[in-house]
């Protein structure tokens, strides 16, 4: 799955593998056909020091949990799978949309962020993180 994400975001390497996953403080979010035995997507999340600049121009040190690797196989796109790994991702973590960072998003998930969730605007970055300027209004939320 980690390939086949890899692919879709046209990126030179696998971003989640086994071996870069395990011992790492990252958690991962599955959803399986438990009858075919397969992977149908998956969700990756960590937490990152970022130096991010907001719609004021002003730089900011944040420590979000990210969205680091997002992907439904092709197959099942567009049937829910997202969304339910999304919502469960949410309240495992307890945080809300506007209060994670983004890694590299691809248009699919910046789609997927506007269809669900309303989070289109934000301040692009030099480090490819995407932070929606909504994370810096009301509460923060973080475990």
Do not use: W
């Amino acid at each position: 799955m980690g390939v086949a994400s890899q692919k879709a975001q046209s990126l030179p390497v696998a971003i989640t593998t086994a071996t870069k996953f395990f011992g790492s403080p990252n958690r991962i979010y599955m959803q399986i056909d438990c009858k075919q035995s397969k992977v149908l997507g998956f969700l990756k999340t960590g937490e990152r020091k970022l130096f991010i600049r907001n719609d004021g121009g002003n730089i900011k040190e944040i420590l979000p949990i990210c969205v680091l690797d997002f992907y439904v196989h092709e197959s099942c796109q567009r049937g829910g799978i997202g969304k339910k790994l999304f919502e469960l991702m949410l309240n495992r973590e307890y945080v809300t949309p506007e209060k994670l960072a983004y890694d590299r998003p691809s248009s699919k998930l910046f789609g997927f962020l506007a269809k669900h969730y309303n989070l289109k605007q934000y301040v692009p970055q030099n480090n490819n993180f995407v932070v929606f300027n909504q994370y810096f209004t009301g509460p923060l939320q973080h475990h």
